[in-house]
């Protein structure tokens, strides 16, 4: 089985600051990592995945995540945040080819409230 | 291409009704799942579908029931809703690599 744990609740953070919004996991496969975003009163959009490869992956609007398998986390980072950045974010992992439908386990989320 | 949708977006039941909520896609995907989403406790899966005529409990699946008689409709039931099933519920169907695309949820509260 897997977990995932997302320390931080809340994050307030100003515009055009940075920021990092950490995710670590637990599993004893190897597995496929998530993030997701969720704007106000709207669905889950995937925002970037890790599956192969290189450990550092990207969005299209600037956000990056770093696989440490080491460590087993997959902290979320942006060095400059916008207002429309403001949402909730939620880390997720699947197993990897495990039979099991590619079940998605979910962090709690973390809010990120960016202001002015 | 419309995606993944969901009706209602809303509902108000009563304690001991029934209902239906209706998940379409119209990608062709072969996997489909049902979460419910709590403050606080991120989202958990209900149960998900392999394919068409399949179906398979999740985390939390007590009090639902599911169908997949068609392969882009997925069916989640409350046979006698519970103050505790109120929720948020989105329903996501899956690509081959692992990418999950999710619905605009329905908001169900039961009184």
């Known amino acids: 089985a897997q977990s995932v744990t997302q320390l931080d609740s809340q994050v307030p953070v100003f515009e055009e600051a940075p920021v990092e919004l950490r995710c670590n996991y637990s599993?004893?496969?190897?597995?496929?990592l998530f993030w997701y975003v969720q704007y106000p009163n709207q669905g889950l959009q995937l925002l970037l995945k890790y599956l192969s490869g290189s450990t550092l992956v990207e969005s299209i609007n600037g956000f990056e995540a770093e696989f440490n398998k080491s460590q087993t986390s997959f902290h979320l980072r942006k060095p400059s945040v916008h207002i429309s950045d403001t949402a909730e974010y939620f880390c997720a992992v699947s197993a990897l080819n495990t039979g099991t439908a590619s079940k998605l386990t979910f962090g709690t989320g973390t809010r990120l409230q960016v202001t002015l | 291409n419309a995606g993944v949708t969901q009706t209602p977006k809303f509902r108000v039941l009563k304690t001991g009704q029934s209902m239906t909520l209706l998940c379409a896609q119209d990608?062709?995907?072969?996997?489909m799942y049902w979460y419910r989403q709590d403050p606080g406790m991120g989202l958990r899966l209900i149960h998900y579908s392999v394919g068409e005529g399949t179906t398979a409990k999740g985390e939390v699946p007590d009090g639902y029931n599911v169908s997949r008689l068609k392969k882009q409709n997925f069916l989640l039931g409350l046979e006698s809703a519970a103050p505790s099933q109120t929720s948020v519920y989105f329903c996501?169907?899956?690509?081959?690599?692992?990418?999950?695309?999710f619905g605009p949820g329905t908001r169900l509260t039961v009184l």
């Open positions: 990608m062709n995907h072969e996997y």
């Open positions: 996501a169907s899956r690509e081959l690599t692992d990418t999950q695309y």
């Open positions: 599993s004893s496969v190897s597995v496929y």
